[in-house]
């Protein structure tokens, strides 16, 4: 596909964004996309490979390999290098149902799992697909799709996220009358409030919930099932019902002075500050504000990351994140080989902000935290950490040692937690009678189908914390299983 010899002729080139010290002052999206010509290019280096392993779709030892929905990734690609963007659109659009999502915050597996990776920077894929569905929607060719017929069936999705909105478009668009009941005050999950407005602007959420809405399906939000509407209610109402509530547990820290006034778990935070932006501006005062703060941030992850963006962004005095792990290395370990997601060290956005800023990478690597220290207002002021070693024994397995000497006192009037997620909420679950197993909404095999009939689950109430493109991925054999449940011949 594309160019038989453009891989060997360009380079790759990466989304424009913002400089560092401009961004911070907003927040609005920092990366924009390339010119079409400058992706045309971009697409031109796309190889004929004999087996693309970008769309394959798997997991290898727990890490991504390839794009999870398959698209095919080549042949947009190719489309684009030809200036064909409407008939790349549609080409896209039969794998992936929110590409304005995944072109803007997915990691990015297929990129890792690039031929071309092999030895050089690989195919700019994710910017070429943000640009597709952007030029879409921007051209007018993106427009409302009625099913031409109803089937009378009924269909509850719990949950707004990636992968309840998957479920209920694809469902819609088969003909069943799919309802998304939604806790929150405003539709789409992670995607609203828990991915900052920084990495996914919250109108390009919102304008896809309103085009699900024109295509006929129903969202009723500020309901919580369990409390305003009772899960038996809900059984009675439809023929079939599908629990997307996600992996929404955080893990908490439990250590001397964990309960500390300006400890925050950090999905509050990161909620907080989505919603008061959007309510007010920031005006309603309803958010954690860490203006003038010494911050640190537990926990070494993207959500960790979005934190110090998030505190970067309110002129916190610093910012420090810890993380239990070494510092990745530059290039592929030898357990990590391709076509697996390169582990390797990145300055992510945050990251570079932070550089930019206070002069330093914010990530301070094997370090534990040993207490939280109050004052005498039960305000945190301070925490002690020591460093660890990581050691793998004979029989290959890895643990952390202290290392006598390194403790360290660290300044802090803000804590966030962002150590990960424990899996589902039980209480919903409880009240259908699904099973729970390992923290996670157990199925019936592989089929999507939990022991109550009628009662399906899929996305990181199954599967566990995971990527928007699993969730997608997720959403779509769900419902193709109830699809299939629920007729006779499955459309879908």
Not at 106 to 129: F, H, N, R, W, Y
Not at 205 to 215: D, G, H, S, W
Not at 374 to 387: C, F, N, P, R, W
């Amino acid at each position: 596909m594309g160019k038989p010899t453009g891989f060997m002729e360009y380079s790759r080139e990466k989304a424009k964004e913002q400089p560092p010290l401009e961004r911070i002052k907003n927040w609005k999206e920092y990366a924009s996309r390339l010119t079409d010509e400058a992706l045309q290019i971009q697409g031109a280096r796309c190889m004929d490979c004999g087996t693309p392993f970008c769309h394959m779709g798997i997991e290898i030892r727990g890490t991504a390999a390839g794009c999870p929905i398959n698209n095919v990734i080549p042949e947009w690609n190719d489309l684009v290098y030809k200036g064909k963007w409407k008939e790349a659109l549609e080409r896209l659009l039969l794998t992936n149902n929110f590409p304005e999502f995944t072109g803007r915050v997915c990691p990015a597996p297929c990129e890792g799992s690039c031929t071309l990776a092999i030895t050089d920077p690989a195919v700019a894929i994710k910017s070429i697909e943000r640009t597709i569905i952007d030029k879409g929607f921007e051209n007018g060719w993106i427009q409302p799709r009625m099913p031409k017929l109803r089937t009378g069936k009924k269909i509850a999705v719990i949950g707004s996220g990636p992968a309840g909105l998957a479920a209920a478009d694809q469902l819609n668009q088969s003909g069943h009358s799919v309802t998304i009941y939604e806790r929150a005050d405003r539709a789409g999950g992670l995607l609203m409030y828990g991915i900052p407005n920084m990495k996914l602007e919250k109108d390009v959420v919102e304008r896809r919930i309103q085009l699900l809405m024109e295509e006929g399906i129903e969202f009723v939000l500020n309901t919580e099932v369990g409390k305003d509407i009772t899960a038996e209610q809900l059984k009675a109402e439809y023929d079939a019902i599908i629990l997307c509530t996600g992996a929404t547990k955080q893990r908490a820290l439990y250590m001397k002075g964990s309960d500390s006034e300006g400890v925050h778990l950090a999905m509050d935070y990161l909620t907080s500050t989505s919603k008061s932006l959007l309510d007010s501006n920031f005006e309603d005062d309803k958010y954690i504000n860490t203006k003038g703060k010494d911050v640190i941030v537990i926990g070494g992850g993207d959500t960790g990351a979005d934190c110090v963006a998030t505190a970067i962004r309110q002129n916190c005095k610093s910012i420090v994140q810890f993380g239990k792990h070494p510092q990745l290395p530059v290039n592929r370990a030898d357990d990590n080989l391709w076509p697996t997601d390169p582990h390797i060290y990145k300055l992510d956005y945050a990251y570079a902000e932070a550089d930019e800023k206070y002069g330093k990478d914010p990530r301070e690597y094997c370090i534990q935290t040993k207490k939280i220290v109050a004052d005498k207002k039960g305000h945190v002021k301070e925490l002690h950490t020591i460093q660890m070693n990581k050691v793998i024994n004979d029989e290959g397995y890895a643990y952390f040692e202290e290392v006598p000497g390194t403790e360290r006192v660290w300044p802090a009037q803000h804590v966030f937690v962002a150590i990960g997620f424990e899996g589902v909420e039980h209480a919903l679950p409880e009240q259908f009678g699904v099973k729970i197993t390992n923290n996670k909404i157990a199925s019936v095999g592989k089929k999507y189908a939990t022991n109550v009939n009628g009662v399906f689950t899929a996305g990181d109430a199954r599967k566990g914390q995971s990527l928007i493109v699993w969730a997608i991925k997720e959403g779509r054999g769900v419902a193709e299983t109830v699809d299939a449940y629920l007729t006779e011949y499955a459309s879908l």
